[in-house]
């Protein structure tokens, strides 16, 4: 979909969500009209249209709140944070054990984003800060995610990479990574994007419904040391997407 095709009013909407969101006290919609830069007619709308839907609650003070009726828009993805949360003991333990960075990716449009990381206590660990997103067309996490895809979407998804996409690597090397995951259940990303950054992923099951990937991250040094090679690697990934979480009974 083009970035064209957008409404402003509902992006700002969503910058007075993420204001308030940012927010532990209630604010004046005059407030939210001069730090948003909404016009006060348009600003006093908006607030009255998500009133309305209850996504916004007057505090009794003065003031908005996000309200919790909003929680039903957020409950599809309340199991997704819950799981991720009981996750983090153990990706905390597993980089520590590789000594690398290790992170949970997540699908969102055409692009990965890291949604949970772990990061080891030595030095100069390379770092993907929760939030950052990277096109599906680069690096084994995106790959992992595309595999779960029927191939006429794989292929939307390439069509859209970005030119730099390609510089190191072609259509060809995606599509060999997607095929290692479905084959193999990892796949591994050896400097190819990146001549610096090796990287090796697995699909690990969040919900019933929702695949990530889980991947450890490190410089080339860190995967020559590893122990069992990078067989034992894939292993030891594989190894947390089966054992260590609570049951979701």
Same mark, same amino acid.
């Given at each position: 979909?083009? =970035?064209?095709?957008?409404?402003?009013?509902?992006?700002?909407?969503?910058?007075?969500?993420?204001?308030?969101?940012?927010?532990?006290?209630?604010?004046?919609? =005059?407030? $939210?009209?001069?730090?948003?830069?909404?016009?006060?007619?348009?600003?006093?709308?908006?607030?009255? /249209?998500?009133?309305?839907?209850?996504?916004?609650?007057? +505090?009794?003070?003065?003031?908005?709140?996000?309200?919790?009726?909003?929680?039903?828009?957020?409950?599809?993805?309340?199991?997704?944070?819950?799981?991720?949360?009981?996750?983090?003991?153990? $990706?905390?333990?597993?980089?520590? +054990? $590789? &000594?690398?960075?290790? &992170?949970?990716?997540?699908?969102?449009?055409?692009?990965?984003?890291?949604?949970?990381?772990?990061?080891?206590?030595?030095?100069?660990?390379?770092?993907?800060?929760?939030?950052?997103?990277?096109?599906?067309?680069?690096?084994?996490?995106?790959?992992?995610?595309?595999?779960?895809?029927?191939?006429?979407?794989? =292929?939307?998804?390439?069509?859209?990479?970005?030119?730099?996409?390609?510089?190191?690597?072609?259509?060809?090397?995606?599509?060999?990574?997607?095929?290692?995951?479905?084959?193999?259940?990892?796949?591994?990303?050896?400097?190819?994007?990146?001549?610096?950054?090796?990287?090796?992923?697995?699909?690990?099951?969040?919900?019933?419904?929702?695949?990530?990937?889980?991947?450890?991250?490190?410089?080339?040094? +860190?995967?020559?040391? /590893?122990?069992?090679?990078?067989?034992?690697?894939?292993?030891? $990934?594989?190894?947390?997407?089966?054992? +260590?979480?609570?049951?979701?009974?």
């Amino acid at each position: 979909m083009k =970035k064209t095709q957008t409404i402003p009013a509902l992006h700002k909407a969503v910058s007075l969500m993420n204001y308030l969101a940012d927010r532990s006290e209630a604010v004046p919609v =005059k407030e $939210l009209s001069y730090a948003l830069n909404i016009p006060s007619a348009s600003c006093y709308r908006m607030v009255n /249209t998500l009133l309305e839907h209850h996504w916004l609650c007057e +505090d009794p003070a003065g003031g908005l709140r996000i309200a919790f009726g909003f929680a039903h828009v957020a409950r599809a993805y309340s199991e997704v944070e819950t799981r991720l949360r009981e996750l983090e003991p153990t $990706l905390r333990a597993l980089s520590e +054990d $590789l &000594k690398m960075s290790v &992170k949970v990716s997540l699908c969102e449009g055409h692009y990965a984003t890291t949604a949970l990381r772990a990061e080891p206590s030595k030095p100069n660990a390379i770092t993907s800060p929760i939030g950052s997103r990277i096109h599906l067309s680069i690096g084994s996490a995106a790959a992992v995610l595309l595999a779960q895809m029927p191939d006429h979407a794989i =292929k939307t998804v390439l069509a859209s990479a970005p030119e730099d996409a390609w510089e190191r690597q072609k259509p060809g090397d995606v599509r060999q990574r997607i095929r290692d995951c479905r084959e193999k259940g990892a796949c591994f990303e050896l400097g190819n994007y990146h001549p610096s950054i090796y990287a090796c992923s697995v699909p690990i099951q969040l919900t019933d419904t929702l695949v990530g990937a889980l991947t450890a991250v490190g410089w080339p040094e +860190d995967f020559e040391r /590893t122990q069992g090679g990078l067989e034992g690697l894939r292993n030891c $990934l594989r190894r947390v997407t089966t054992k +260590d979480l609570p049951s979701r009974e």
